[in-house]
């Protein structure tokens, strides 16, 4: 079975704190992405990754950053949280295109909270 | 750039009746993958069915079929036989050069 783990399920921060959002996958996947969920705006794209230590930014990359130095393992950086990014945060993972079905496989997601 | 849009914020079902989801997408490309997942209130998401922009067939998966337009650049989630159990949210989403985007969600209830 594929497993995409994120490291939290909840978490509570302060404003101005530097917060980390550890994934971690194990089939070999290429790909990796970065999610919030927000009630209304659906599943909008931080950041994603197609290789080690190769990202592209998403729709939404203000405010983040993401880390991948390993095949398996996807971070995503808040340097500074604030309020507007309490959420829910999901990460997933999938076989680069062209690869056969290429469906993205989600972790359970971190419910974060900044206060 | 690409866009996902899903207009039904919410729908109701009688049980056992089929229901139609809809989605439509915006891409100059002509090289992209469609996908339908199932967010349960549990908040796992589960991949329902995908179609390939290249596949001449629609795609079914069981209960599910994806009424695929090209033309019209519409991806609509079709289940059939509604069960109690498809209560849930359902995301329509776009691949394309690996990125994956979504819509903005359709919350189904099925009515006993």
């Known amino acids: 079975d594929v497993k995409v783990t994120q490291s939290s399920r909840y978490l509570v921060k302060r404003t101005g704190e530097k917060v980390f959002l550890e994934c971690v996958q194990d089939?070999?996947?290429?790909?990796m992405f970065w999610y919030r969920q927000d009630p209304g705006l659906g599943l909008r794209l931080i950041y994603f990754?197609?290789?080690?230590?190769?990202?592209e930014k998403g729709d939404i990359p203000e405010g983040y950053s993401v880390s991948r130095e390993k095949k398996e393992r996807f971070s995503l950086i808040l340097e500074s949280a604030s309020t507007n990014q309490t959420s829910m945060y999901l990460c997933?993972?999938?076989?680069?295109?062209?690869?056969?079905?290429?469906?993205?496989?989600f972790g359970q997601g971190t419910r974060l909270t900044v206060v | 750039a690409q866009k996902i849009t899903q207009t039904q914020p919410g729908m109701f079902v009688q049980e056992k009746e089929a229901v139609t989801l809809d989605c439509t997408y915006d891409?100059?490309?002509?090289?992209?993958?469609l996908f339908w997942y199932k967010q349960p209130s549990s908040g796992e998401m589960i991949f329902l069915i995908y179609?390939?922009?290249?596949?001449?067939q629609n795609a079914t998966e069981g209960r599910y079929s994806l009424n695929f337009q090209k033309a019209r650049k519409s991806a609509n989630l079709v289940i059939s036989a509604s069960q109690l159990g498809d209560s849930a949210m359902y995301f329509c989403?776009?691949?394309?050069?690996?990125?994956?985007?979504f819509g903005q969600g359709t919350t189904l209830q099925v009515k006993p």
């Open positions: 989403a776009m691949r394309k050069t690996g990125k994956l985007i």
């Open positions: 990754s197609y290789d080690v230590k190769m990202k």
């Open positions: 089939m070999d996947h290429e790909n």
């Open positions: 891409t100059s490309d002509p090289s992209y993958g």
């Open positions: 997933a993972s999938s076989l680069a295109g062209g690869r056969g079905h290429t469906e993205a496989f």
């Open positions: 179609q390939g922009s290249y596949d001449q």
